[in-house]
């Protein structure tokens, strides 16, 4: 078992910028692709960033790549997603997730999943 806790939501401006962070604990986190997900009201969860263990592969959603950047600690079983320039269209919340996969986009690939951070961008 892996278990993840995401951190660092809140609310913001438009134009800010936001850190989050996933701790992870359990199983060897570094073997495990990490990614972020969002998921806002009435919409479905979205890919948003992953890496894999090694961070020798990153991947964006194609909307996020010029503001939104992933990163991994291995060392200290973290993951994080810097935001800048963030927008009112941002506001999800934003959800951790580990998993071996070769579909990084796809949620169904991810086998442990945090509870979420709230991140709100006002206008």
């Known amino acids: 078992q892996v278990q993840l806790v995401e951190s660092g939501g809140g609310l913001v401006q438009a134009g800010g910028s936001l850190g989050l962070s996933c701790a992870a604990s359990g199983r060897t986190f570094s073997a495990y692709t990490m990614a972020w997900f969002r998921q806002a009201p009435g919409k479905e969860r979205e890919f948003v960033a992953a890496a894999t263990w090694n961070a020798g592969v990153t991947l964006y959603a194609e909307s996020l790549k010029e503001r939104f950047t992933i990163s991994r600690h291995n060392a200290k079983n973290t993951v994080y997603l810097q935001m800048n320039s963030l927008k009112p269209e941002d506001t999800a919340v934003y959800y951790c997730?580990?998993?071996?996969?070769?579909?990084?986009?796809?949620?169904?690939?991810?086998?442990?999943w945090g509870q979420g951070t709230q991140v709100t961008v006002s206008s």
């Open positions: 997730a580990a998993g071996h996969t070769v579909d990084l986009e796809i949620p169904d690939g991810y086998s442990y």
